[in-house]
């Protein structure tokens, strides 16, 4: 199974690029974690980077993402929101940059919606 993860429109590729990296970074997660892009527009040369793929299975993979995703929103200074999609359902984490990341709560919202599946 895997999750789709996306960050608002309009937010700036470096913290695309940040999150990706940061989640790559997690030794539970390596191999797991990929970029996708969209289709190119008329305009363009290539499709911009759009999303996050986390391949997820048994054995805590989705607790490592989650631990590593609230360690990241929690490096953040500036609000952030993030989307976590499986199969088409979605729960939605916005950040004000000054609040702390409830990484239980994350982690029960993102189960549910796993559970859900």
Known sequence: ME????????TP??????????LRSERDL???V????????????????????VAVGSGGIATA???SLGSWL????????????VDGKSV???RNGTDPVDEAELLRLIK????EH
Do not use: K, M
């Open 3 to 10: 999750l789709e993860v996306r960050l608002a429109d309009g």
């Open 13 to 22: 590729l470096d913290e695309f690029t940040s999150l990706l990296q940061w």
């Open 30 to 32: 390596h191999g797991r």
């Open 34 to 53: 990929h970029a996708r892009r969209r289709p190119p527009q008329q305009e363009e040369l290539g499709g911009a980077f759009e999303l996050i793929s």
């Open 65 to 67: 993402f989650v631990a």
């Open 74 to 85: 929690s490096s953040r200074r500036t609000e952030q929101t993030v989307s976590v999609t």
């Open 92 to 94: 939605q984490i916005v």
């Open 112 to 115: 549910q919606t796993l559970n």
